[in-house]
C-alpha cells in the first residue's frame, strides 16, 4: 500500500513513522505503521510521452509497513521470511535469541525442516506461489546456517547428539553436496571430537596444567614460594589481573542465559540454566568479599595504618577505570560501601581528602539517578572506544587522570567490562512488566524484540573484550587464592572489633564528608512482581544491609561461606548481582489488575530477616505503567496498545511524556500532550511539573494515557459517574519534592 503526498507539503516536523493500527490473521497480530519515504520516480523511458507526467509532482511517499506483534510458533517460524521469500535478517537474529524462553530446540528445528518439506513437495499445501517456493526454501536454509554458527550449544546434545544427526539426514536426502551440508557434518564431528577429549584424558591435561602453573612462579632462595603482600603488589598489575579474570567470564557469557526467565529460573520446566550468569556472580562476589576481608582481617591496626588499605582499594578501583573494567570497579566500590566497612568512622576520617574525592567520583558512575544515567552514557561513549573518556565535568581527579593518561603515546587499546548487573535488571524489568502471552495465547514477540536490544548490547560488548591481552602472573593467583574470604556476620563482628558501636563519633566535618561518601552509588532495592502471563508470580532481590549489627538476628541465620558463594555480595548498596538462588516469592500483581506493590528490603540477603532499623540511604524503587495513546483510528479493532516504562521517584509529567512518546514513535513537542491516569471513575490528569511518582494513585491500576493538550487540561481531576451525568472539576497542585 503506498499513499501519494503533493509536493510541497509542509511536514510540521511529523514523525517518519506513524502507527496506523493493528491487523489480525489466523493466528499472528501484525502492528501496522505508515513510513514516510523519499518518492523516487521511475526512470523515463525515451518512448515514453513527455506529456504522460502524472505523479511527477510527488516528492514523498507513504508505505505500509508490518511488524509482526504476536503469533503461534508456526506464524513465526513462516516469517522467518518475507512475502517475497527474503531473509528477514532482524526478525531471524531477535527469534535465535530469545526463541527458549517459549519453545525448546527441537522444536523449532522440526517446524524448519518440515515447514521445508511443504515448499519443497510437489503439492505445495502452503499459500506461497510457486514462484517463489525456492526463495522461501533459500531463506530456511540460511536461517539454518546462521543458527549453527551463532548457538552451537543448542546442538550440543551429546552423546548421539540427536538434532544434529536429525539435521544431517535431512540434509543427505534434499540437500546433498550443499553448503548447509558440508557445515553440518563438520560441525557434528568437531562436536564429537570435543566430547571425546572431555571423557578422555581431560584430567590428567588439567592436572598437567596446574603443574606448570606451580613450576612458572619465582621460589625464594630457601625453596618456599615467595608470598605476595596486599600493599606491595602494582595498583595497575592487580587491576590488569582482575580484568583478565573478567574477560574470561565475560565472554563466555550465553546473553541467552541473562534473559529475565532464564536466569532468574522463573520457567524451570524448560530446563535451562545460566551457569555463565552464575560465574560472573561468583566473581564479583569474590573480589568485594577480599576488599572486606584486607581491611578486617587484622584487627590491632590503627585507624591511619587501616585507612591505608582503603587508600590502596580506591587507587586500584581507578586503574580498572582506566581499562575500562567496570564490573571489578562496581564490586569494589561496593566492598568499600558494605556495612562492616562504610561505619569505620575513624579510618575513613584517615583516608586524605583527595583520595576519599576519587573515591566519591568512582562511586557516582554508579548513581541510580535517572536509572543510573551515568553509568549507561559512559557505556554508550566507551562501550567500543580505544581509551577511557572524561567521566563527568565535576570529576576533578578522574579527569586528570584520564587525560594524563591519554596523553601516553604508550598507552594500550582496551575492551570494555561492563557490570553485568545493569543488564540482568534491565531484563528482569522487560520480563516483568510486559506479558509472555497476548490475546488467544499468542507468543508476544514484541517483548522478544525488546529483550533482543539489551542481549545485543552484551553481544557488543564482549566483542570489544577481545581487545584486553593480559597474561596471567601466578604469584598473584596464588596470592589472591591464599586470602582469607569472611561471612557476612563474621566481617561484622571484626568491623564492631575495631570499632565498638557505642565509640565515640569523629569530628562533624569527617562525620559530614562521611554521610556525603555514603550516599553515593547503588542504593536501591529493587522488588519487582512478576507479570509475565502463564508464570507465578515471583521476586527478585538486590540485596541490600542495614546499619544493624547481624548480631540482632537468629544464629540460625548466619550464612557459611558455600552458601555465600551464590549469593549477593554483602554490600550495603545493593551493587552485586541478583541471587540465582534466591526463593520464589508470590506477592505481587498478575495482568488481571491487582495493587501495585512497592517493597523495599531492608535485609542484608535474601535469606536473612528484616532488620529491626532501615538504613537512612534506601531509596524506595520504581513503578510500571502502562502507557496508551489516543487515537481516532478505527483500525485497533478494540485493541489497546500500550507501553511499558519504568516510573522512578525524581520524574516529573513533562518526562513521563517525553518518555512515551518515543515509545510511540511521536516526534513532536512533548508541551502539545498531556498524561493522565486512568481510574475506575474516570481519569485524573496529571500537571505539567508534577512528581508523577507521588501523584499518581497506586490503589487502582497503572494505566495511563497519552492524548493531545485540550484547552484547560492544565491541573485538574476529571471524574466522571456513569449514573449521574456531570463532570466534577478539582484542583490539582504540583507536588514538591
Known amino acids: 500500500m503506498v499513499l501519494g503526498c503533493g509536493f510541497g507539503t509542509s511536514i510540521f516536523k511529523a514523525p517518519t513513522w506513524r502507527l496506523w493500527g493493528e491487523e489480525k490473521l489466523n493466528g499472528a497480530i501484525y502492528t501496522v505503521y505508515l513510513k514516510k519515504v523519499r518518492y523516487h520516480h521511475p526512470s523515463k523511458s525515451i518512448l515514453q510521452d513527455s506529456d504522460d507526467d502524472e505523479i511527477s509532482h510527488l516528492e514523498w511517499e507513504t508505505v505500509r509497513v508490518r511488524f509482526l506483534k504476536a503469533g503461534t510458533l508456526e506464524r513465526l517460524i513462516e516469517s522467518l521470511a518475507s512475502d517475497q521469500g527474503e531473509l528477514e535478517s532482524t526478525f531471524v537474529n531477535v527469534f535465535l535469541a530469545t526463541y527458549r ?8 528445528l522440526n517446524l524448519i525442516l518440515d515447514r521445508y518439506a511443504a515448499l519443497d513437495s510437489a503439492n505445495n499445501k502452503l499459500n ?20 549453527l554458527d551463532a548457538y552451537p550449544e543448542d546442538f550440543r546434545d551429546p552423546p548421539s547428539f ?31 571430537k570435543e566430547e571425546e577429549v572431555k571423557g578422555g584424558g581431560m584430567l590428567q ?171 549507561r552514557e559512559l557505556l554508550m561513549k566507551e562501550g567500543t572506544a580505544k581509551h577511557a573518556d572524561i567521566s563527568h565535568a565535576s570529576d576533578r581527579h578522574l579527569t586528570r587522570a584520564l587525560e594524563k593518561n ?12 561492563p557490570y553485568l548487573g545493569t543488564f540482568l535488571t534491565d531484563l528482569t524489568m522487560i520480563d516483568t512488566a510486559i506479558p509472555d502471552t497476548v490475546a488467544d495465547g499468542l507468543i508476544n514477540f ?86 509475565s502471563s502463564g508464570s507465578s508470580s515471583s521476586q527478585f532481590f538486590l540485596d541490600n544491609d542495614s546499619l544493624n549489627s547481624p548480631a540482632s538476628h537468629n544464629d540460625s541465620c548466619s550464612l557459611e561461606r558455600k552458601s555465600l558463594s551464590r549469593q549477593m555480595s554483602t554490600s550495603s548498596s545493593s551493587s552485586s548481582l541478583p541471587s540465582l538462588d534466591v526463593s520464589v516469592h508470590s506477592t505481587a500483581t498478575t495482568t488481571s489488575g491487582k495493587t501495585p506493590e512497592r517493597q523495599v528490603s531492608n535485609n542484608s540477603l535474601g535469606t536473612i530477616g528484616p532488620s529491626a532499623n532501615v538504613s537512612p540511604y534506601i531509596t524506595p524503587d520504581f513503578y510500571i505503567i502502562r502507557v496508551s495513546l489516543e487515537s481516532d483510528a478505527h483500525e485497533i479493532q478494540g485493541v489497546n496498545l500500550y507501553k511499558s516504562i519504568m516510573l522512578s521517584n525524581s520524574e516529573r509529567t513533562s518526562s513521563v511524556i517525553s518518555s512515551a512518546m518515543v515509545k510511540h514513535c511521536i516526534e513532536e513537542d512533548p508541551d502539545n500532550y498531556t498524561l493522565a491516569q486512568l481510574l475506575p471513575d474516570g481519569e485524573m490528569l496529571l500537571p505539567s511539573h508534577a512528581n508523577v511518582y507521588y501523584a499518581i494513585n497506586t490503589q487502582h491500576d497503572l494505566n495511563f494515557i497519552l492524548r493531545r493538550r485540550r484547552h484547560g487540561d492544565e491541573n485538574t481531576i476529571i471524574r466522571k459517574n456513569p449514573a449521574k451525568d456531570y463532570k466534577v472539576r478539582k484542583k490539582l497542585l504540583p507536588l514538591a519534592t
Not at 596523553?407 to 587499546?413: D, E, G, K, R, T
Open 205 to 375: 591435561r588439567i592436572l598437567s596444567c596446574e603443574e606448570l602453573r606451580v613450576s612458572c612462579s619465582s621460589p625464594m632462595s630457601n625453596g618456599q614460594h615467595q608470598q605476595l603482600d596486599f600493599l606491595d603488589i602494582d595498583n595497575a598489575t592487580f587491576a590488569q589481573q582482575l580484568t583478565r579474570m573478567d574477560t574470561l567470564l565475560f565472554k563466555k557469557v550465553v546473553a541467552h542465559q541473562c534473559l529475565g526467565s532464564v536466569w532468574s529460573r522463573r520457567d524451570r520446566g524448560r530446563g535451562e540454566t545460566a551457569a555463565t550468569v552464575t560465574a560472573t556472580v561468583d566473581q564479583f562476589n569474590a573480589v568485594s568479599f577480599r576488599v572486606q576481608s584486607t581491611i578486617l582481617v587484622d584487627t590491632e591496626l590503627k585507624p591511619s595504618q587501616r585507612a591505608r588499605l582503603i587508600v590502596k582499594w580506591i587507587d586500584i578501583a581507578q586503574e580498572l577505570r582506566m581499562v575500562k573494567n567496570f564490573s571489578s570497579l562496581k564490586a569494589i566500590i561496593s566492598g568499600l560501601q558494605s556495612n562492616p566497612i562504610y561505619r569505620l568512622k575513624k579510618t575513613w576520617g584517615a583516608v586524605i581528602k583527595d583520595k576519599a574525592e576519587t573515591f566519591d567520583e568512582l562511586a557516582r558512575i554508579f548513581n541510580e539517578e535517572n536509572n543510573q544515567l551515568n553509568q
Open 162 to 192: 540427536p538434532s544434529m544427526n536429525q539435521l544431517l539426514e535431512f540434509c543427505r536426502a534434499r540437500l546433498p553436496d550443499s553448503d548447509l551440508t558440508i557445515k553440518v557434518i563438520y560441525k557434528l564431528d568437531k562436536m564429537k
Open 446 to 531: 514484541d517483548k522478544k524484540r525488546k529483550e533482543f536490544e539489551v542481549l545485543a548490547q552484551i553481544r557488543l560488548l564482549q566483542g570489544a573484550a577481545n581487545a584486553y591481552k593480559f597474561e596471567g602472573e601466578v604469584s598473584f593467583e596464588r596470592w589472591w587464592d591464599s586470602v582469607l574470604v569472611l561471612d557476612d556476620k563474621e566481617a561484622w563482628r571484626l568491623s564492631c572489633q575495631i570499632e565498638p558501636q557505642g565509640s565515640s563519633a569523629p569530628s562533624s566535618t569527617r562525620e559530614t564528608r562521611l554521610r556525603k561518601r555514603a550516599q553515593f552509588g547503588h542504593r536501591k532495592n529493587d522488588s519487582i512482581a512478576s507479570t
Open 128 to 147: 506461497v506461489p510457486k514462484t517463489l517456493r525456492k526463495d522461501h526454501m533459500k531463506a530456511l536454509r540460511l536461517t539454518l546456517q546462521v543458527w
Open 406 to 417: 591519554a596523553l601516553n603515546p604508550l598507552a594500550v587499546s582496551y575492551g570494555t567490562i
Open 101 to 108: 524462553t517459549f519453545a525448546s530446540s527441537r522444536q523449532v
